[in-house]
């Protein structure tokens, strides 16, 4: 859901009568195990696009799954069986003329890599061989 700060709740009055989050203070969204195709489109795309490990059904532990157009980097997997969600993102929803910040910039003590001619030595040959040439 996107929360990340904890509503305020007031310290008890009593030790009988706990503190209550009223209605305001509550998250409210989806329903539990909504259908996708109930999703809100995405800058005219749908909200979530079909992934398939393989369209061959001779393959073994076939994975299939959908992809979020809305926030990119989740992923929901199944194999029919068990299922998992996967995020890998930014953190940020899709949006127009929207632009991921770039990596984070090198430390200055990492120096850059050089490009070197010389080969390493070869490496010593066996004893066998040494005496069997002699």
């Known amino acids: 859901m996107g929360v990340t ?10 030790e009988e ?9 509550t998250e409210k969204g989806p329903v539990m195990l909504a259908p996708a195709n109930d999703d809100a489109k995405v800058m005219a795309m749908p909200a979530w ?12 532990n076939q994975v299939a799954g959908l992809a979020s157009n809305t926030w990119p980097g989740a992923i929901a997997l199944t194999n029919g069986k068990v299922w998992a969600n996967v995020y890998v993102g930014w953190g940020v929803k899709r949006q127009a003329l929207y632009q991921p910040p770039p990596p984070p910039a090198l430390a200055a003590d990492v120096l850059p890599m050089q490009e070197r001619n010389d080969l390493p030595p070869p490496p010593p040959k066996p004893e066998v061989e ?4 002699e």
């Open 17 to 25: 009568h706990p503190p209550v989050l009223l209605p305001e203070q």
């Open 130 to 133: 040494a005496e069997a040439e």
């Open 49 to 60: 696009s079909p992934l398939v490990s393989s369209c061959s059904k001779s393959v073994r």
């Open 5 to 14: 700060v904890l509503p305020e709740i007031p310290e008890p009055e009593d």
